[in-house]
């Protein structure tokens, strides 16, 4: 593609004596390569393929599961599916078998696990029928959205954004993807966490109000979703506090288990 403006046009645009422009795809190489420093690109390793998935984005659904949405102090009966998202980089892989370590964040004296389900989608659209949402999926693993409760809920009082309760360093501790070929489209199954040893959260992945297809459809309406986007479909009830020296233990029937220590 070639652009051309004409210098009427470029100083009606703002760019003053700017005679004229171009923009090949070399030149718009050339920028990239100019880039002033590099940015890590976080990546989710595939199962059994020695693949790398680059996270593009990370949407997280709220009040997905009936009782949590009590509990949280809304109606699961009445609300519409939400979004927020993570950070890429907020994305930490803990290998099966491996005791992953996340510091104790900022700010907080109130740092709680939500075990999920998440979804990896290896392509996307706009306004995705909820019929052909699984077909962009990857693959699936478990992990834990963690938040900082104590300045979520203060942010939710006072009618701000929640962003520094859910979007942090670290707060996205997550294992490996299970490709779809693999273990099939997780709609059921047990879903659980415990903390040192202790089983809090214990449900079924049946019980979400808006299953992963639904989930696809509703996002597919506010943003165009690619490949590299991540879902995180929403934790059980009975979330609660870690401190500095807990280890969790999140589990999904069919995966490995999930287990990270605060350090
Ligand atoms: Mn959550």
């Avoid at 949405?69 to 993570?86: H, I, L, T, V």
């Avoid at 099939?184 to 966490?193: E, Q, V, Y």
Wanted: hydrophobic share 40%; charged share 15%.
């Amino acid at each position: 593609m070639t652009i051309h403006m004409t210098r009427r046009a470029a100083v009606s645009a703002g760019l003053g004596a700017v005679t004229s422009m171009a923009a090949t795809p070399e030149t718009s190489a050339a920028s990239a390569n100019n880039a002033l420093f590099s940015v890590a690109q976080p990546t989710v390793p595939v199962v059994g393929t020695g693949a790398l998935f680059p996270v593009r984005r990370v949407y997280c659904i709220g009040r997905n599961y009936a009782a949590h949405a009590r509990e949280m102090g809304s109606d699961p009966n009445r609300e519409p599916p939400f979004f927020f998202q993570k950070p890429a980089d907020a994305v930490m892989v803990v290998q099966p078998g491996a005791t992953g370590s996340i510091a104790y964040p900022t700010l907080t004296k109130d740092f709680h696990y939500e075990i999920e389900l998440v979804a990896f989608l290896k392509s996307g659209g706009k306004n995705i029928p909820v019929e052909q949402a699984l077909d962009h999926v990857l693959g699936y693993t478990l992990g834990l959205d963690m938040t900082r409760r104590d300045l979520q809920n203060a942010m939710k009082a006072e009618q701000k954004p929640w962003e520094i309760g859910k979007s942090f360093d670290q707060s996205a501790p997550m294992g490996p993807i299970h490709p779809v070929a693999n273990v099939g489209h997780i709609i059921k199954g047990r879903i659980s966490l415990a903390v040192n040893g202790a089983v809090k959260q214990n449900a079924d992945l049946n019980q979400m109000i808006w299953n992963v297809a639904e989930q696809i459809a509703q996002l597919s309406r506010a943003n165009e979703l690619k490949a590299g986007d991540i879902i995180f479909s929403g934790t059980p009830e009975n979330v609660g506090p870690v401190v500095s020296g807990d280890t969790m233990t999140g589990k999904i029937e069919g995966f490995p288990d999930l287990v990270v220590k605060v350090t």
